[in-house]
């Protein structure tokens, strides 16, 4: 029913920029939460950014003033742009939706459906 496929991740230094896209099919925007999460080696998974329906985002502290949530429904697409990366920011990231809008936009408890992420990996 629900597919997310992402892509867009990559290996690049600190500082650069990088956008990632999830494909979304089965999505529908005008009721779904949607949003990125993202998990490190030997850390917990944690919330990255969330959109609600009715465009309203949400951001983890760490990617407050330099990641942007965005979609484009005709193309049925979530994109992720991560600007001023630092090593921090190492990990596989994961396009998310939430049929509900159940819970908090990061609580990975609520997440009925997961892509199968993407890695980026910021060098020093």
């Known amino acids: 029913q629900v597919q997310l496929v992402e892509s867009g991740g990559g290996s690049v230094p600190s500082g650069r920029s990088l956008r990632l896209s999830c494909v979304a099919s089965g999505v529908t925007w005008n009721t779904f939460c949607m949003a990125w999460f993202r998990q490190a080696t030997g850390k917990y998974r944690e919330g990255v950014a969330g959109l609600d329906p009715d465009g309203t985002t949400y951001y983890g502290d760490s990617a407050k003033g330099r990641f942007t949530i965005s979609r484009d429904s005709a193309k049925n697409t979530l994109y992720l742009q991560m600007n001023n990366l630092n090593p921090e920011d190492t990990a596989k990231y994961y396009c998310t939706a939430d049929p509900y809008c ?10 009925d459906y997961w892509g199968k992420g993407t890695l980026v990996t910021v060098s020093s």
Do not use: K
Not at 102 to 111: L, T
């Open 102 to 111: 159940s819970g908090d936009w990061s609580d990975s408890h609520a997440i």
